[in-house]
């Protein structure tokens, strides 16, 4: 009776351990592209003169985007039968950058512009966990929660049209900030044979506002735009 009892409890305990085994389990490596989309606001400049008064320069939105190169590695614990939890990184390889745009102040002579501003966005890099269900042996969704952090570029103006209709060249050049906030995701995998598998994911990404200064000839030129990004992206994968 014991033995028989010994034998059954033993095979509870393979059997349990075997439901707990993931086919996504341990170390991955990934790489995606898709599409990628960055948001810029409160593009608001203000310039201020030695000795006189701030002026308020403003912008609209800007929403630029492309193709994006995600490189990602991470490890997945299986932590209940169809559950596991991931903890991974990735980064971004590809920069993307505005159009040119204009910012414009109103004065009771006409209206003055500054021309040539853009945006760039590079080395955006995210650190997460990923908790996941399976599906079924071969297909796993799961969500992504964590830390995001870029480089953003802000290309100062290179002319301003006084409201006289005269032009003049500026070199306040540019400036580079690093800022960071929070990744949110959702993705699916799908085995496709042994280790190899493949991935679609959608993720959103918040920053904090970067600050940007630079003087030319007597003039501060400052802005605090606020930045978001999104991605829709495929790739392939491998778990070892």
């Not at 159009?99 to 021309?115: E, H, K, R, W, Y």
């Not at 006084?162 to 929070?182: C, F, H, P, V």
């Not at 994911?201 to 970067?210: D, I, R, V």
Request: zero cysteines; glycine letters at 12%; a positive charge.
């Amino acid at each position: 009776m014991k033995k028989q009892l010994l034998v059954a409890v033993a095979a509870g305990f393979i059997g349990t351990s075997a439901m707990a085994q993931s086919a996504f389990e341990g170390f991955y490596g990934q790489v995606a592209t898709g599409y990628e989309n960055n948001s810029i606001s409160s593009l608001g400049l203000t310039t201020q003169d030695t000795g006189k008064s701030a002026n308020s320069w403003n912008a609209s939105n800007q929403s630029f985007g492309g193709a994006p190169l995600v490189i990602g590695l991470g490890y997945n614990f299986s932590v209940a039968p169809q559950w596991v939890v991931g903890i991974g990184a990735d980064y971004s390889a590809l920069s993307q950058t505005s159009s040119t745009f204009n910012q414009t102040i109103s004065a009771n002579s006409g209206i003055a512009t500054l021309s040539g501003s853009s945006i760039k966005i590079s080395n955006r890099y995210n650190v997460f966990v990923a908790p996941g269900y399976e599906i079924d042996k071969d297909k796993l969704v799961y969500l992504k929660a964590g830390y995001s952090s870029l480089s953003a570029q802000y290309n100062s103006p290179t002319s301003v049209t006084n409201t006289d209709g005269t032009k003049e060249s500026i070199a306040a050049g540019n400036q580079s900030k690093t800022t960071s906030g929070y990744i949110a995701g959702l993705g699916y995998k799908q085995i496709i044979t042994g280790g190899l598998y493949g991935f679609a994911e959608g993720n959103y990404m918040s920053y904090s506002k970067p600050s940007f200064s630079s003087t030319t000839s007597g003039t501060t030129i400052s802005a605090n735009p606020s930045i978001s990004s999104y991605q829709l992206l495929v790739g392939l994968g491998y778990k070892f």
